[in-house]
Every structure is written in structure tokens, then in C-alpha cells.
């Protein structure tokens, strides 16, 4: 009984936001939230403080995808206020009118990179506006970018989910740091192969597979020029394989665009597509400015041999107040705002004003950009007034599924989530490494982070390895592997990306459609896993 109750509230949220007439996220995801806390209060019998603190945390913890959102949205919207994104898209419409090179160059390299210097859903909330100037659907692109945004995620934010991901274990004792270095090296290897197939199914979702035949030459080499460093790179680092394998695969990628290397010379155009005028090399410069400065600042902030990423995350108290029941609140010198033993339990919550990238860097590139193409005030407060109302209701969806998620971690090993993952592993046993990766995908999916996904599910998974005699480190790189492709699925990306394309009530929609590579991708990852790595490791 305690598993099917555990399932239900997934079960029901999918059928709710897939069906026909099927319901907004941001009613569906608060209504789950509260059948979940009714779930945990009468059934696993869950203390009412405990849980209502539960809620004050999700209350907290929204504050980073909303941010971030809001980021991205003012952002976007400042490029195209200002002109910048009308240049930028004549300027990628003339380095190849291709549609496949535009969705590679821009959905899979550099969408790449972003992912390898961000995470937090950054890649497909700057990605995807500059594919829509280009000319492409909105619910297409959307689709696309979250398919595209899979194989870096593992080594996303500088290799956050592997390194931190798995944090929790290398504290126990229980792996060491050669094991670590094992499971980004497996990692990347399953990824790799991956790569050869998923792109090419989020090129379905836009293009033909006529169109998809004629330019296979410059896909695989585009995929290549991202995944041959990206493992190179895993095989001693698990911090840069992403940010550096996507510098270098963006790169070649637009060499090969330029010169028309491995592209039809008789391709379709997509609807929507125009001829663009050359840009002159001053106003590209401009317009280039923002996105630059933005990247500039993300890997700046997140390579951790610089001092920024240490004062940014510095946890050193500041100040601190003591808010009676409703728990102790601080502030540390990194502008860290965090709300300690909530309501007498040991939960607390904290937002990172600085790391999370929302006010540093998209916030900051917008006030610098506001003078630098002299928009008027005018124009400036309506960018912020607009933006505020756009993430109305993906506020109301966030804080329904972090509610939920936070709901359902409540009991550590007896958690509703623990007790979905132990009855996986149960039903299984021995054939765990087949459907290993599908349990880091449901962290993601509930999450919305593959690095939380690690943290809540990585013991489950050593656990497993353990019992059942198979390779701790390859049971890791599946799930890291799993959590990575979870973000196909994951309801805080979707909500993220159709908020920033101005997309409605198309969430379950999304899911049917990205489902299918999801399932693909555990496919390949289970026959490299049994077939493969056994070479090579």
C-alpha cells in the first residue's frame, strides 16, 4: 500500500496534464501538492510541523528556478526591445540558411556550452529565443531544446551533479575519489554513444528525415566536435567536460556551417525562414555584447580555481535573526538568505542571491545593456513589467511541484520517493543495470536537477550495487546518466522553457513528445552499460 500511494500522486499528475482538456501545470502541480500532503499526513502518519515546514522550505527554495526564469525572460526580452536579437538572428541566418545547421549550431553547441558554465535550465532559455527569431514553431524549439539539453547535464555548472551529486557519498566513506573519477569517465562514455541518436531525434521534432539524410555528414560531425573533447576531457577532469567540450564543438561547428561542410546544397527551408542582409561587423559586435558579457560572467562565476565562485557561495554569517517558531533567519557575507530550524523542526531553506544565475549575470547584462542602447525609461520599465507578469503562473507551477517534492522526501530512507526507488530495485535485482538509469530519471523528473537526483538516490543506487554484486561505479554513472536524461522530462525545465517562449498549457503535450527519446535514451544507456564498459573499464 505505502509503494502504490507513494506512485499515485505521479501517476495522477501525468494523466491530469496529458489528457484531453488536460490541466495547466499551475493548477495541476498545487492540486498533487496537496493530495500528497494529505498522503503524508494520513497514511505514513507524518507530523504536522514537519510537514508545514516542508511547505515554508518549498516557499523558500522556489525562489532559484523563478529567479533564474525571470532572468532569462528579462533578458530575452531586452534583446529584442533593443534590436540586438533582430541582428543576431540575420547574422546566424547568413552564416548557414540551413535549417539543420541552425538548430545544431545553436540547440545542440551552444546550447552545450551554456549547460557546461550554467545548468539551472539556462541553455534552452537562451537557446531557444534565438531559434524562434530564426524563424522556428515555439512549441517545436521548445521540445527540441529540451531533448538537445541531455548529454551535457551530467557535467553541467562545471560537473555539479557529479562532483556535489555524489558528495554525500565520498563523505561517508563509501566511494573515494578515484571511483568518482570511474563513474564521470563511465559517464561520458554512455553519453557519447547516446549523443549519435539524440540529437537526431530532436531534429525529427522540426525537420524531415529527408532533410535530416541529406546534411548526416555535418550532424555527426557537429555532435563529434562536442563529445571527442567531452570525453577526452572526462578521462582526467569531471569539472569541464561539458563547458569545454560545447566551446570547442560551437566552434567547429560554425566553421564547418561557414564553409558548408557536410550540408545538402538544395535544403528546404523551415516555415518562417527569410533571407537576411549582411551585418556589418560593428553591429554585430554590439549585439553580440550582452549574450558575451552573459557567458563571460557564467564562466567566470563557476570555475571554482577562481576566487568569484568562492565569494559568491561564502557562507560566513553576517547577520542573523531569530524569528521565534517560524525558525532563525541569516544572512552570510556571499548574500546567502537562508531561514534555519523552521518551526522548532531541523528544516531549513536558503536562496543564493549571488550564485544562483538570475541576478548575475541576466539581470546584471540587462542594466548594463539599458544604456548601452539607449532604451528610454519608459521602455526599461516596461521590460521589468512585463517579465514580473509573465511568471505569474510558472511561480504558482514551481510551487506546487517543490512542495511535492519536498513532501515526499519527508522520512530520509522511509521517504515516499525511497520507497518508489527501493521497490524498483526490488522488482529487478539482478537486472538492475537495465533500468538503472530510469530511477535517475524519476529524481530528475521531480526535482528538476540532476544533481539532486544524485544526491537523493545515489545511496539507493550503492545500496543496490552493493546487495547485488554489480559495479558501484557504473550503477553511479547510470544514474548520473539517468538524472541527466530525466531533463527531457523534468516539470521545472518545461515550465521554465515555454515561461521564456511565452508557450500555454502545452506541459503535457511536451511530456508525450519528450517521453519517447527519455525511454530511448535509458535503452541505449542499459546496452552500452552491459555491452560496452565491460571492454573498456
Known amino acids: ?58 516557499l523558500i527554495s522556489v525562489m532559484t528556478p523563478i529567479t533564474v526564469i525571470f532572468g532569462a525572460v528579462l533578458f530575452n526580452r531586452m534583446m529584442e526591445m533593443s534590436g540586438a ?16 545547421a541552425q538548430l545544431m549550431i545553436i540547440g545542440w553547441a551552444f546550447a552545450f556550452m551554456i549547460e557546461g558554465a550554467s545548468g539551472f535550465g539556462t541553455p534552452a532559455a537562451i537557446a531557444a529565443p534565438l531559434l524562434v527569431g530564426l524563424g522556428f514553431r515555439p512549441l517545436q524549439v521548445a521540445i527540441l531544446a529540451l531533448i538537445m539539453n541531455s548529454v551535457p547535464v551530467s ?33 561520458a562514455v554512455i553519453h557519447f554513444i547516446a549523443a549519435f541518436v539524440v540529437p537526431i531525434l530532436a531534429l525529427k521534432v522540426i525537420v524531415s528525415w529527408k ?32 563547458l569545454v567540450g560545447g566551446a570547442i564543438g560551437l566552434f567547429i561547428s560554425v566553421g564547418l556551417a561557414s564553409a558548408g561542410i557536410g550540408l545538402s546544397k538544395n535544403t528546404e527551408t523551415h516555415e518562417g525562414s527569410m533571407h537576411h542582409e549582411k551585418v556589418s561587423t560593428p553591429l554585430l559586435l554590439k549585439a553580440l555584447f550582452p549574450t558575451a558579457s552573459l557567458i563571460l560572467m557564467l564562466a567566470i562565476t563557476r570555475i571554482k580555481q577562481l576566487p568569484f565562485k568562492a565569494m559568491l557561495n561564502d557562507s560566513s554569517e553576517l547577520f542573523s535573526l531569530n524569528l521565534g517558531d517560524l525558525g532563525n533567519f541569516h544572512l552570510s557575507k556571499g548574500l546567502i538568505f537562508s531561514l534555519s530550524d523552521i518551526f522548532t523542526t531541523t528544516e531549513s531553506a536558503s536562496y543564493k542571491l549571488l550564485y544562483v544565475p538570475a541576478l548575475i549575470p541576466f539581470v546584471i547584462t540587462v542594466l548594463i545593456a539599458i544604456p548601452v542602447f539607449s532604451l528610454s525609461f519608459k521602455q526599461s520599465s516596461s521590460l521589468f513589467s512585463a517579465t514580473f507578469k509573465q511568471v505569474q503562473k510558472p511561480f504558482l507551477a514551481l510551487v506546487g511541484a517543490l512542495i511535492m517534492v519536498n513532501v515526499m522526501l519527508i522520512g530520509g530512507e522511509n521517504s515516499m520517493v525511497q520507497i518508489i526507488g527501493h521497490g524498483l530495485a526490488n522488482a529487478t535485482g539482478e537486472y538492475w543495470t537495465v533500468f538503472a538509469s530510469y530511477l535517475g530519471a524519476i529524481g530528475a523528473f521531480f526535482s528538476g536537477s540532476n544533481t539532486v537526483s544524485n544526491l537523493t538516490f545515489g545511496g539507493v543506487q550503492y545500496s543496490v550495487a552493493m546487495a547485488s554484486g554489480l559495479s558501484v561505479p557504473l550503477i553511479l554513472a547510470l544514474q548520473s546518466v539517468g538524472g541527466a536524461m530525466g531533463n527531457m522530462v523534468c516539470i521545472n525545465n518545461i515550465i521554465a522553457v515555454c515561461s521564456v517562449l511565452g508557450i500555454d498549457k502545452a506541459e503535457g503535450k511536451i511530456i508525450k513528445t519528450t517521453a519517447v527519446p527519455m525511454f530511448v535514451y535509458g535503452i541505449i544507456a542499459a546496452i552500452v552499460a552491459l555491452f560496452v564498459i565491460p571492454l573498456l573499464f
Open 155 to 187: 557535467f553541467g555548472a562545471v560537473g555539479t551533479p557529479t562532483w556535489f551529486g555524489f558528495g554525500t557519498l565520498i563523505n561517508k566513506g563509501d566511494i573515494n575519489d578515484t571511483q568518482l573519477s570511474e563513474i564521470g569517465q563511465i559517464t
Open 211 to 242: 532533410q535530416i539524410r541529406q546534411n548526416l555528414l555535418f550532424i555527426i560531425l557537429s555532435i563529434l566536435s562536442c563529445t571527442v573533447p567531452y570525453v577526452a576531457i572526462a578521462w582526467f577532469n569531471y569539472e569541464f567536460p561539458s
Open 1 to 58: 500500500m505505502a509503494l502504490i500511494l507513494s506512485v499515485l500522486p505521479i501517476v495522477l499528475l501525468i494523466y491530469l496534464m496529458v489528457k484531453r482538456n488536460a490541466l495547466p501545470s499551475y493548477i495541476a502541480l498545487p492540486l498533487i501538492a496537496a493530495l500528497v500532503y494529505a498522503i503524508q499526513y494520513f497514511y505514513f502518519n507524518g507530523d504536522l510541523l514537519t510537514l508545514n515546514a516542508n511547505v515554508v522550505s518549498a
Open 85 to 100: 536579437m533582430d541582428v543576431m538572428r540575420r547574422w546566424l541566418g547568413n552564416i548557414s540558411p540551413n535549417p539543420v
